[in-house]
């Protein structure tokens, strides 16, 4: 008995036929096509002797259309998170101009504005001391702070040395001591202010450029100072 068989009718690729080169013939569409063609050749034209197995090849029809849905799914989830990362960048770019707390030790002053301070405790303080020096490391100014609780906290620096006069502009540096509750000594983080200068993407990544020279990512602000 001759089996006759249809398997040329498939959708071949032609490589010549530049009309289609934009055509992806391997996708799963393509794919799911030629499947669909194979396998109702192989069911017209099978041995009634010896069937084929039509559940093995619905497995793997099943197995394409979901390739082909978690496809889907992840154009959908990358057209998503390119709006949410687009909406982030608009979002941060009203910061311009605002103030950021992060953490440093280094104080660029201008010699006019105040600069905003903070120390974050890891624990409750009986005392806690702020020391700022000058690029030489002599002691320009040391502030009581008294006690605090865990946690964030806040003063400013005037621009002044120990005896009230305004000193230069420059760079300064923040040191904070604190001594705890059960008389432990601790180096609470210390934290320094400057202003939003520009916002920024490196790749995805959004960047916040101060005006003090530092480059952090919107994760390392701790607060926004008015």
């Not at 978690?70 to 998503?80: P, V």
């Not at 806040?154 to 006069?165: L, V």
């Not at 420059?170 to 059960?182: C, P």
Request: a negative charge; charged letters at 15%.
């Amino acid at each position: 008995m001759a089996i006759t068989s249809n398997i040329s009718a498939i959708k071949q690729y032609d490589p010549a036929a530049t009309a289609k080169a934009a055509q992806d013939v391997t996708s799963t569409k393509d794919l799911t096509q030629n499947f669909l063609k194979m396998l109702t050749v192989q069911l017209q034209n099978q041995d009634p002797m010896n069937p084929t197995d039509t559940a093995s090849m619905t497995t793997q029809l099943a197995q394409l259309n979901m390739v082909d849905g978690i496809n889907k799914m992840n154009t959908s989830m990358g057209s998503l998170l390119s709006q949410i990362q687009s909406s982030d960048f608009i979002n941060m770019s009203t910061t311009v101009g605002k103030y950021a707390m992060a953490p440093s030790s280094n104080i660029n002053y201008d010699g006019s504005t105040p600069v905003n301070l903070a120390a974050k405790l890891a624990s409750d303080a009986s005392n806690v001391s702020a020391t700022i020096t000058n690029e030489l490391g002599q002691k320009i100014l040391e502030v009581d702070l008294g006690a605090a609780n865990e946690g964030v906290v806040n003063f400013s620096w005037d621009g002044s040395d120990a005896a009230g006069n305004p000193v230069a502009a420059g760079m300064y540096k923040l040191l904070i001591a604190s001594t705890t509750t059960d008389g432990k000594e601790e180096k609470p983080t210390a934290y320094v202010s400057s202003r939003v200068a520009t916002i920024g993407k490196n790749g995805t990544a959004i960047e916040v450029n101060l005006a003090d020279g530092r480059t952090l990512t919107p994760s390392e602000i701790a607060q926004w100072v008015a």
